[in-house]
């Protein structure tokens, strides 16, 4: 598995048993999701298991972390989705095993949740069963979508999910790109945007997150933060 | 200007604001509720009207009002939604008035499901409404094509005084790719003036916008003109473009929308086993592509031609209607939300190119 090689820049440090990943529309919050749990479950050194993932989008209806589930269990990866005729659905539904599985999180937990402040808000019904000295809320960053472009929408943006979800952000994942035209410049350019959000808003730049085929071409010395190399899993019907 | 990534939804949203449509009015539904989203944010930006009406009745009758001022009106809704917008569009089909609806199509009938589908093929082509009418129909395949689409869709609403209608399936909306926006959006060409426009009658005659005609014989006439101007949209609003289409193809597809997307990795595929299929893709539904339909379809190398469409069959029936009964037409569908996977074409197309080679050997034996 590509994601699992030698990775020549730092791992990912995965520090809290809860994980919650959330940021604009197509920051790329799924994608980073899947490929974390993957990278952990595969990361021998990484003992804080088990591993599972929790969908909690509720605002899109196609492209969510919950198509991957298949491939993530064979991995050894627990998802955590709605179930029957409600895995097809965007409705504000709420599982009961999910404050549960929040609650008594054993090993490692990520929450990949909607985009924008929308689909925060479900984070606002479960606020009071996240502890704060148990869970990271990060922010998935991509330069490229028109309201994270610069520093004044970052700050919006982050503003108007703490406020939906009633959690305070820990800290920022670089994860910008434009999909097939993503290069390496773009990369940096997204790097440099999540350092200058980090040092206006004191959260923590936890890494950088791009395809494999990109980090190839960018030099070791290039990137002065954790990298996790992404493969990406929530393909369109013709990719 | 520089790429962006943005899902289809909000493209379309940023397309109409760039063609100068600053008048939405919506009701949210799934798989498009991001354009109401995106443009609650931006129609303030830039000194529009954002409205949520009480119902898709509502906002199709606001559109009908705001439609007669002259001013560039669009909405966007999903299947359900659309059908229950209809009586209004027929009215503005019938009032001559220019406005934009998009349409992305979720499965159906009914309330249907939420995930992608092009069964509101029929609905959006052949009437949907009452009256001898049409809509000029666009339907895009990627992000960048539904943004260009959308700004051309208003000059044609402009250019015929009639609505257009731009359908896509939910990916259409839901996807994100990079798109690129105009600077500034320049019309293709110039368009008539709206003489018709209810700006208040201050110091001139009132002007009527109506599609009531009580005397049949005026009624007839007004029913003619339009039939004019879809006929003349027929002969200058064709469009479509072809994929791989040579004299060595064994079979040619016809497919729209996303679905033309996933015909073509089936064919990149297929081409490296040697099998050799062209794709027909029409961009205007109506106007349908009938004459280069009928052009491809005839050439002696085509041995089939097989349209795939996310539906129990609607295009085919217009596909059958251009080839005229010189070829055998058949359909693929898949329907209800299920998109079917490259795999799915592709063994499709194999079995039918076995077949026909099967046939083929055992008539040159006989």
Not at chain 1, 99 to 122: F, P
Not at chain 2, 6 to 25: D, H, L, P, V
Request: contains cysteine; negative net charge; charged residues 25%.
């Amino acid at each position: 598995m590509t994601s699992h090689r030698l990775n020549k820049w730092e791992s990912p440090k995965i520090e809290k048993p809860v994980n919650i990943i959330v940021g604009g529309y197509g920051s790329g919050k799924s994608e980073v999701s899947v490929n974390l749990a993957r990278f952990l479950v595969l990361d021998k050194s990484f003992t804080a298991r088990p591993i599972s993932i929790m969908d909690l989008d509720i605002a899109n209806p196609y492209f969510r972390s919950r198509e991957a589930s298949a491939e993530l269990e064979k991995l050894g990866i627990t998802p955590i989705n709605p179930e029957g005729a409600q895995f097809y659905a965007d409705l504000p539904i709420i599982l009961p095993q999910i404050r549960g599985a929040i609650e008594t999180a054993a090993g490692t937990l990520i929450c990949d949740v909607g985009g924008d402040d929308v689909g925060a808000r479900v984070l606002s019904s479960l606020a009071t069963s996240f502890d704060s000295s148990t869970y990271d809320m990060i922010l998935v960053l991509n330069a490229n979508r028109p309201f994270t472009s610069d520093m004044a929408g970052c700050l919006k943006t982050i503003g108007e999910i703490e406020t939906a979800s009633r959690l305070k952000f820990t800290g920022i994942i670089s994860n910008t790109h434009l999909m097939d035209d993503t290069d390496e410049e773009i990369v940096m350019r997204g790097i440099e945007l999540s350092k200058e959000v980090s040092a206006e808003t004191g959260l923590k730049l936890y890494f950088v997150s791009a395809e494999q085929k990109i980090l190839d071409k960018i030099k070791q010395t290039n990137i002065d933060i954790p990298v996790l190399p992404l493969n990406r899993s929530l393909l369109k019907p013709w990719e | 200007m520089a790429k962006v990534l943005m899902k289809g939804n909000e493209a379309i949203a940023e397309a109409a604001i760039k063609a100068g449509a600053n008048n939405y009015f919506c009701y949210p539904i799934t798989p498009q509720t991001e354009v109401a989203e995106y443009l609650a944010k931006r129609m303030p930006e830039v000194g529009g009207v954002f409205l949520q009406g009480e119902s898709e009745l509502a906002v199709a009758n606001m559109i009908f009002g705001a439609a007669a001022t002259g001013k560039r009106v669009f909405t966007t809704s999903s299947s359900p939604g659309i059908s229950l917008m209809q009586e209004a569009i027929s009215y503005m089909a019938g009032a001559e008035l220019p406005c934009v609806i998009v349409n992305i199509m979720r499965g159906g009938p009914g309330l249907g499901g939420i995930l992608p589908a092009q069964s509101d093929y029929f609905q959006s082509v052949k009437g949907g409404g009452h009256g001898d009418y049409r809509l000029l129909v666009l339907a895009p395949s990627t992000v960048q094509e539904a943004v260009d689409l959308m700004m051309l869709s208003f000059h044609l609403a402009d250019k015929y005084s009639n609505p257009v209608m731009m359908i896509g399936d939910g990916m259409i909306g839901q996807m994100m790719e990079p798109v690129e926006f105009p600077d500034v959006y320049v019309e293709p060409e110039e368009l008539p003036e709206k003489k018709w426009a209810i700006t208040g009658a201050k110091g001139r005659k009132p002007k009527v916008v109506k599609s009531l005609f009580l005397d049949p014989y005026q009624l007839e006439d007004s029913s003619w003109h339009l039939h004019e101007k879809y006929e003349l949209m027929k002969k200058n609003e064709v469009r479509f473009e072809r994929y791989k289409v040579s004299d060595k193809n064994e079979m040619m597809l016809v497919s729209y929308g996303t679905m033309a997307r996933i015909c073509q990795t089936a064919i990149d595929a297929l081409e490296d086993e040697g099998i050799s299929i062209g794709l027909f893709r029409p961009i205007s539904l109506f106007p349908c592509p009938q004459d280069a339909i009928y052009a491809e379809a005839i050439k002696k190398n085509i041995k089939d031609v097989l349209v795939i469409e996310m539906s129990t069959g609607q295009l085919v029936e217009d596909v059958e209607r251009a080839v005229v009964g010189k070829k055998k037409v058949s359909l693929f569908g898949r329907t209800g939300g299920v998109v079917p996977s490259p795999e799915e074409v592709i063994n499709k197309i194999r079995e039918m190119v076995t077949k026909k080679s099967k046939k083929t050997k055992t008539k040159k034996k006989a």
